[in-house]
C-alpha cells in the first residue's frame, strides 16, 4: 500500500516499485489524500489566477490518477478525497475541506480502516518533512504512521527518500540530459518551505534501494498521463532513457519493521518471501 498526498505523486516516488511489484503478482493499493484541486487547470492556468476551477482541475486530475494506475498495474485505488492544500503559506492552507487542516486521528481513522481491508505487509509513504515539505505530504506522513499504529498490520513502513549524497548531483545530472533551470535571482526572497530540491536524507538513513530499471518506461508513461501538470513535472522534459538512469533506483528509509530483515535491502519484501 502506498500512501500519497495527489494525484501523479504516486509515479514520481513509487511508480517503479509499484510496476515491478504488481509485475511480480503483488496486489499494490494506492491511496490518494487529496483531490489535486490546487494543480494546474488547462492550458496551464495556475490556482488563483481567473478561471481556475478547483472542481473542474480535481475531476480532471482523478482521470489522470486512473490512466496512470492502469499503466503501472495498481490493482486497487482508494481516495480519500480531502481538499488540495496547496504550498506551504498558501490561502488554501485553512480552506474548508483542507487536508493540512483535518484533524489527524479523523483521516488516520479512514485510512486505518483501508489497512484492515487490505491487509498491506508493506506500507510506503512520506518521511515527517513529507521530503520536501509539502503540507499534504506531510499530512499524508502524520496519518499513515497513525494508521500503522491503530492498525497494527503492516509489518514493514518505509519513507521514500532520495540520498544527501545523491541529491547533492540531481540537478547537475538533470542539466547534463537537458533539463535546464532558470538561474537565480540575486535580489529574490529566500526559497519558501516546500520550494527549490530538498538536501535528501542522510545517506546512512537510506536502508533500502530498489532497482526498478526495468520498470522506468511504465514510470514514464504514468508520469505523462499527468499531462494537465506537465509545467511541474520537468522529468517528462528528458528522454525515456535518461529518465531510466536517473529515476530507475528507488530508496526508502525503513522506519518500521517486523521481519527482523538486515539491511541494506533491495527488496521491499525482504523477511516476507
Not at 520536501?132 to 498490520?153: C, F, K, L, N
Not at 549524497?165 to 542539466?175: C, D, G, V, Y
Request: charged content about 20%; proline content about 7%.
Amino acid at each position: 500500500m502506498a500512501v500519497h498526498a495527489h494525484p501523479d505523486d504516486e509515479a514520481t516516488g513509487t511508480g517503479g516499485i509499484l510496476a515491478k511489484y504488481a509485475a511480480e503478482g503483488f496486489r499494490t493499493v494506492l491511496v490518494t489524500c487529496t483531490d489535486g484541486g490546487c494543480g494546474d487547470g488547462p492550458g496551464g492556468i495556475k490556482p488563483g489566477d481567473a478561471g481556475h476551477d478547483p472542481v473542474a482541475v480535481a475531476a480532471l486530475r482523478k482521470a489522470e490518477l486512473q490512466a496512470s494506475c492502469q499503466v503501472l498495474g495498481v490493482t486497487d485505488l482508494e481516495m480519500l478525497g480531502y481538499a488540495d492544500s496547496g504550498m506551504m503559506g498558501w490561502a488554501m492552507n485553512n480552506a474548508p475541506g483542507a487536508f493540512w487542516t483535518t484533524p489527524v486521528d479523523t483521516a488516520a481513522a479512514q485510512l486505518a480502516d483501508l489497512m484492515r481491508i487490505y491487509q498491506p505487509d508493506v506500507v510506503v509513504t512520506y518521511d515527517a518533512n513529507g521530503f520536501y515539505g509539502h503540507p499534504d505530504h506531510i499530512q499524508a506522513h502524520r496519518i499513515t504512521m497513525a494508521a500503522v499504529e491503530a492498525s497494527g498490520i503492516p509489518a514493514k513502513v518505509y519513507w521514500t527518500a532520495i540520498a544527501a549524497s545523491e541529491m547533492a548531483t540531481f540537478e547537475q545530472r538533470l542539466r547534463d540530459v537537458g533539463v535546464e533551470f532558470p538561474a537565480p535571482d540575486p535580489d529574490a526572497p529566500p526559497p519558501a518551505d516546500g520550494e527549490g530540491f530538498p538536501p535528501g536524507t542522510p545517506d546512512e538513513d537510506v536502508t533500502t534501494r530498489v532497482d526498478a530499471t526495468a520498470f522506468a518506461d511504465q514510470k514514464f508513461d504514468a508520469l505523462a498521463a499527468h499531462s494537465s501538470q506537465g509545467d511541474n513535472i520537468f522529468f517528462l522534459r528528458m528522454g525515456k532513457d535518461a529518465f531510466a538512469s536517473i529515476m530507475g533506483v528507488e530508496s526508502f528509509v525503513r522506519a518500521h519493521d517486523r521481519t527482523g530483515a538486515p539491511t541494506p535491502e533491495d527488496d521491499l519484501f525482504a523477511g516476507l518471501r
